[in-house]
């Protein structure tokens, strides 16, 4: 079984600080997910990532497969960021993902 | 891209009564999973719902307690059978498309049960 560890649980920032979320993974994976979960429910796909790393907008992604870590980077933080990330690793053919508990970020004006 | 629409979007129940939750997608998948979110915690994996053939239950799952139907490539059902207080939680579904590096969930329903 993938136990998924992600810190912080919550993180509070000014608005354009710099955020970085952690997530650390028990066993070998093939492709790691991030989500966004706003209040409400709804979960929005962020990145897949297998290898080094993926930017898109002020969201940039890295994984290190052989340290089983990937972070979550936002830059210039805004209120409109805040949500529940969510990284998901994933073994190989059968895209069943497991979870990690989240981290709750608030993003103040 | 895939664009789901998943019904309905919340209930309240009596115990033992059972609901159906439907997910009807905009595209044909392959891969389609349904999630459990208990208050306060992470998602669970319930099942992947095989075309054609039965579901794949996650342990703790049982088919009896959460029967799922998939007709085809674009439509699903998951009904929570026999309900009790503990069931009450967000369900959601999601599929994978392949050719596409991205998950899509639907908007999941929050389901109360007195």
């Known amino acids: 079984k993938n136990e998924v560890e992600q810190s912080p649980q919550n993180l509070t920032a000014q608005e354009g600080e710099f955020i970085t979320i952690n997530c650390s993974y028990s066993v070998g994976i093939s492709a790691l997910h991030w989500l966004q979960q706003h209040p409400g429910g709804g979960i929005v796909s962020l990145f897949m990532l297998s290898s080094g790393k993926k930017k898109h907008g002020r969201l940039i992604a890295t994984i290190n497969i052989q340290e089983k870590h990937s972070s979550l980077h936002i830059t210039a933080s805004h209120p409109r960021d805040s949500a529940v990330y969510i990284c998901a690793p994933t073994l190989s053919s059968n895209y069943k993902l497991t979870f990690g508990k989240g981290t709750l970020l608030t993003v103040n004006p | 891209s895939a664009v789901i629409s998943q019904k309905p979007s919340r209930d309240i129940c009596q115990r033992g009564t059972s609901l159906t939750i439907q997910c009807q997608v905009d595209s044909q998948v392959t891969m389609m999973f349904w999630y459990r979110q208990q208050p306060g915690q992470s998602l669970t994996l319930i099942a992947t719902?095989?075309?054609?053939?039965?579901?794949?239950?996650e342990s703790g799952f049982v088919i009896d307690k959460f029967p799922i139907s998939r007709p085809n490539l674009t439509f699903s059902t998951l009904t929570v059978s026999n309900m009790s207080p503990e069931d009450s939680s967000i369900y959601l579904c999601?599929?994978?498309?392949?050719?596409?590096?991205?998950?899509?969930f639907g908007s999941g329903t929050q389901l109360s049960v007195l």
């Open positions: 999601s599929v994978w498309t392949g050719s596409s590096e991205k998950l899509f």
């Open positions: 719902a095989n075309q054609g053939s039965e579901a794949t239950y």
